[in-house]
């Protein structure tokens, strides 16, 4: 193969993927955002949902699921829970399989000032420096719901800070996608 049909080949082949990526993400928006007390970054993602803002909550709420649906999530186990508050051990795999993080994550719900509903997790115990995991839920229209997601998952490795994010993005894509999917599937 001569050197330009490489370049040929190897242009055509990161179009491909990159429209692979836009369709499979089609609708939502991600990036990253400062997180305090690390150089890691929260991944970030948002979309409109086509469902009401009961059956996305509904979802969310029901934490003993999230291993049904969730990407990468092994684990998922209610150790107590009052209302929509509960205490989760959870186990992910991250880093393509590499690594298996887990926490006993505390989480809870609230409606905040403007009508969003707050869902947040956050870490007490586990392998990782530092995890949080929130969700923002509100009214967009006539049975529609926008969803904020954002993730910080800082496992207690020797791996560089970029690479983390770049985790915490992907997967903050991720699981607002797979939410889509399990609200049309249903």
Do not use: K
């Not at 969730?70 to 009052?82: G, V």
């Not at 904020?148 to 985790?167: H, K, N, V």
């Amino acid at each position: 193969m001569t050197r330009t049909s490489t370049l040929v080949f190897f242009a055509v082949l990161c179009l491909h993927a990159t429209a692979f990526a836009q369709n499979r993400y089609a609708g939502i928006s991600s990036g990253t955002a400062a997180a305090e007390g690390t150089s890691v970054r929260y991944g970030t993602a948002s979309a409109v949902l086509n469902f009401p803002m009961e059956q996305v909550e509904a979802m969310v709420h029901d934490y003993a699921s999230f291993q049904d649906y969730l990407p990468h999530f092994q684990t998922s186990r209610i150790l107590s829970q009052r209302g929509n508050r509960a205490l989760l051990y959870i186990e992910v795999t991250a880093i393509n399989g590499t690594i298996t993080l887990w926490a006993n994550t505390r989480v809870s719900s609230r409606v905040d000032g403007n009508g969003r509903r707050i869902i947040e997790g956050r870490m007490t115990r586990g392998n990782l420096e530092h995890f949080t995991a929130r969700w923002e839920l509100e009214a967009a229209g006539e049975g529609r719901t926008r969803v904020r997601f954002r993730l910080l998952a800082d496992p207690d490795l020797p791996i560089p800070s970029g690479i983390i994010t770049e985790e915490n993005q992907e997967m903050a894509r991720r699981v607002v996608r797979a939410m889509r999917e399990r609200l049309q599937a249903a």
